[in-house]
């Protein structure tokens, strides 16, 4: 009976992890993106302009946040592939998990979203609450 219990717990779980919201990847996002603080970001190194070349996705529907070319804020130069560990977007700055920020490099580079939605989004960062109207 207590085995019988378990392993229906146990299918339980292992379907509400499989149905979870965290395994949704819209399609316009790159597999190399990753998730963090309810956005989607992806970086790489562009060593010729001493800047990281990013592009920050929302994690609901894929829809491109900003894009653009950023640097280490303070250092002025790229970050290198083992900084790129991401903590959250919030809104005009990437932040790293070792407590530095990747900021903007031109604001004219800078893909803006062309919703007005996700302009409202873009400058309310990732803490706004949603309230339906």
Known sequence: MIRRISA??????????????????????PAGAVRVDGAFIDCSIEETSHANRCTIYDDRSGAVLLAGLFVLSGAGR????????????????????????????????????????SRLAMFAGTQAVNCGE
């Open 78 to 117: 790229e970050a290198q592939k083992r900084d790129l560990r991401y903590q959250a977007f919030d809104g005009a700055k990437i932040l790293l998990q070792d407590a530095r920020a990747l900021e903007p490099l031109l604001l004219t580079e800078w893909a803006v979203p062309s919703s007005f939605e």
């Open 8 to 29: 229906a717990f146990l299918s339980l779980f292992i379907f509400l992890c499989g149905c979870s919201k965290s395994q949704h990847r819209p399609s316009d996002v």
